[in-house]
């Protein structure tokens, strides 16, 4: 009798993890290629928090966020590695292959926040894996996408995604004026060329989205989070000039004072222009057309928005002597960590779920 329960417990056992490693590998095969918004969108908020003095809490999330990245690290070079056809196949799908600009973003969000702390060399090391990621993203899934052979044309496949091009591009310029090293013109020239190139970026890729979306039916299903990035690349756009017009005095950053001080006030005021169409898009998507609000990895592309406005507000306002945009943004902060807590309770619950089942 007791032989016979152990067998079957042996088994039960066996059946559960080979049901949770099938899970496992269905899992990694299928990764969304910008599920590194999570660290982006956890980043963030931690420097949000740090900016408003609480420094644990803060802490917590850049502990979630550098395990975050680790793990992420770890689950796309297995993909690589055990399912390179179907990680290829997103860097040729023009609904995904943007994503992928998700990991330069996390990198240089990362970055910056630990420069915030004075971990000047581990700030530094993940500047230069960010930038390589964007080097490498930047030249290889534009051509790609421009050659490649399909039933409909790339610009049927154009949505919010596209816009982490910006994101990942801007997030170079964050990350570059934020870390200190022993050739700080260097940085600065880096900072102030990514910038510029984001802003150019942006023009370009709004043209192309916008015109997909009047060209192109858009089904409620497709309206979906991803679509935020369009304003989360605004206000990445402001932080970068917020943190140019920091950097110290030298010919360079000078000479284009002006010129970011300007463009970053109207990127600020288009970026909060689109705030309440992003907001009615969501009722229209989820109260009238009846599309399910369940955890889906693009939420954090919410998240990631909603706190890099709070942050890029209280920067720009602090670089321009604007209080009421401080204010603003320390408020936005705290909205932005609400937002990040429901998702972070969406993803647990989505998790525990299966194992449920």
Known sequence: MCFRDNG?????????????????????????????????????????????????????LLGAGIAAYLILAVLYIARFLRFRGEFLADAAEP???????????????????????????????LLGLGGAGWLLLSYSVPPRLATRNGTQPTLAGANGTWFLCVVGTQSVAVAAASVRTPAPEALAALAICCWAIGVVLYLIVAVVVTTAL??????????????????????????AAAQILKLPAAPLPASVHGAVSGVSIMLWAFGTWLIPMLLVAGVWRHLMQRVPLRYDPGLWSIVFPLGMYGVASRQIGAALHVSWLVTLGRYE?????????????????SLTRPAAE
């Open 8 to 60: 079957g417990s042996s088994l039960g056992k066996g059946v559960n993890v080979r049901s949770w490693w099938l899970r496992a590998q269905a899992g990694i095969r299928g990764l969304n290629p910008a599920y590194f918004a999570m660290v982006m969108a956890t980043g963030i908020v931690s420097q949000a928090m740090l900016l408003d003095g609480a420094d644990t809490l803060s802490g917590l």
């Open 95 to 125: 609904r995904r292959a943007f994503g992928f600009f998700t990991f330069t973003a996390a990198s240089d969000v990362l970055s910056s926040r630990l420069a915030g702390d004075g971990h000047q060399l581990a700030a530094a090391i």
């Open 333 to 349: 902060a705290w909205l932005a960590l609400a937002a990040w807590a429901a998702v972070a309770l969406a993803l647990g619950v």
């Open 214 to 239: 009047m060209h192109y039916p858009v089904r409620a299903a497709e309206l979906g989070p991803p679509y935020w990035v369009f304003m989360g690349a605004t206000a990445i756009s402001v932080l």
